[in-house]
Each structure stands twice: as structure tokens, then as C-alpha cells.
């Protein structure tokens, strides 16, 4: 069954930071990761999608990397913002077609100004 | 890319009362989903809303308490029935739109407080 597990579980930086968020999934037969922003009390915000046969994709000063045989990833954000603050989450696709995407808890991003 | 809407958006109900929620897609999708989200954890899944016939539920949720309809490509309903406290969380729609990508997207979530 897969898993999904997100490091740290919350994070404060101050402005201008990068920062980044971690995923790891226990099993490497993926089709796709998804990262999703959430801010309070709202619904998730796609943020990348990475298929499983590419390593990285680039959004402005967002960078999500994908390591399928280490069952990781990891979201890059550069020169945080206040406006970044939010929660982070990964979420896996175990195949294509029907399946459900598997969720990590999240990361709550905190930046300081 | 595709946009969810919710109606409510949050709601108040009365114990042993029903919400029914529903979610508009803009544009016809492959698949839609419901989630819970219960206050300060990630999200669950209730069921995939299947078009044209019963959802496909997961464990630890039944027909009888998260009825779903889902009669076209783009709108389904989630109702929660028999309503107590515990249900009190947020509800998201979700849909899967097949652009090569098969992207997920979601809606703003219904708030429903139980009293």
C-alpha cells in the first residue's frame, strides 16, 4: 500500500529564504506527483505536476524534483515570501486511470517578514 | 485546466439533519472525487463519484451516510445525512481532467458545522 510522508511537518523561515519541502513514497511505481498549496480553510491549489518519467518541472520561483527509484521529491521555493506561507502537500498517483491520489499530511510553511 | 464550484460554501446544521452539496465542473472531466478534511489534518477520500452509476466508496464510508449522484460529465452531488458533530469538517470536490497530464483539480470546499 502506498504511503506518503512529508518532512518537516512545519517550517518558519524569515523573507527572502529559499526553503525546501520534502516528499517520500514508499513505493516507486508511480504515475505521477502532484504538489498542492492550501491556504487555511480553502481548497488545494495545483501547484506542479511531475509524470513519472520526468525529473523536474519549474513554475516561476518553484522547483519540484522527482527521484522514482529513492521514492522521493522534493519542492524548491526560492526567495520566499510572506505570501508563500500556506500548507504544502504531496500527493502521488499509483497509476494511471482510475486510482485515487495518495496524500501526504503536509507541510505548514510559515515566512516571516 | 478546469474550475470546481461549491455551493454552500459553509453551512450550520442541526443534528440527525442532511447537507447536500454541490460541485460544478466548468468543463467535462474523467473522473470526480469527494474528500473530508477534518480540522487540522490532510485529507480524505469518501469516494470516487462515478457518472451514470453507484460511487465507489472506500473503507470506513457507506452509501447510506455519503449518498453521491453524479448524472453528467461535469456536476455531482455529495449528500451527508444523519448529521452529528463528528462530521463537522470540510468537504472537497475534486476532478480529474485528462490533458495528457491528468492533473487534479479542486474546488474551495464546503465548511459544515454540526451543533
Known amino acids: 500500500k502506498q504511503e506518503v510522508t512529508q518532512i518537516p511537518a512545519a517550517l518558519s523561515v524569515p523573507e527572502g529564504e529559499n526553503l525546501v519541502l520534502n516528499c517520500s513514497f514508499t513505493?516507486?511505481?508511480?504515475?505521477?506527483l502532484q504538489w498542492f498549496r492550501q491556504d487555511p480553510g480553502k481548497g488545494l491549489t495545483s501547484l506542479l505536476l511531475?509524470?513519472?518519467?520526468?525529473r523536474e518541472q519549474t513554475s516561476g520561483r518553484l522547483n519540484a524534483s522527482l527521484d522514482k527509484s529513492s521514492g522521493r521529491s522534493t519542492l524548491y521555493i526560492a526567495a520566499s515570501q510572506p505570501g508563500d506561507s500556506a500548507t504544502y502537500l504531496c500527493?502521488?498517483?499509483?497509476?494511471?486511470?482510475?486510482?485515487?491520489?495518495?496524500f501526504g499530511k503536509g507541510t505548514r510553511l510559515s515566512v516571516i517578514a | 485546466s478546469a474550475v470546481i464550484s461549491q455551493k454552500p460554501s459553509r453551512d450550520i446544521c442541526q443534528r440527525g439533519t442532511s447537507l447536500t452539496i454541490q460541485c460544478q465542473v466548468d468543463s467535462q472531466v474523467t473522473m470526480m472525487f469527494w474528500y473530508r478534511q477534518q480540522p487540522g489534518q490532510s485529507l480524505t477520500l469518501i469516494a470516487t463519484a462515478n457518472q451514470g452509476s453507484e460511487a465507489t466508496y472506500e473503507s470506513g464510508f457507506v452509501i447510506d451516510k455519503f449518498p453521491i449522484s453524479r448524472p453528467n460529465l461535469t456536476f455531482s452531488t455529495l449528500t451527508v445525512s444523519n448529521l452529528s458533530p463528528e462530521d463537522s469538517s470540510i468537504y472537497l470536490c475534486s476532478a480529474r481532467a485528462f490533458s495528457g497530464a491528468e492533473t487534479q483539480y479542486f474546488g474551495p470546499g464546503t465548511r459544515l458545522l454540526v451543533l
Open positions: 513505493d516507486s511505481a508511480i504515475y505521477n
Open positions: 511531475i509524470q513519472s518519467s520526468q
Open positions: 500527493a502521488v498517483q499509483p497509476s494511471s486511470g482510475n486510482t485515487p491520489l495518495v
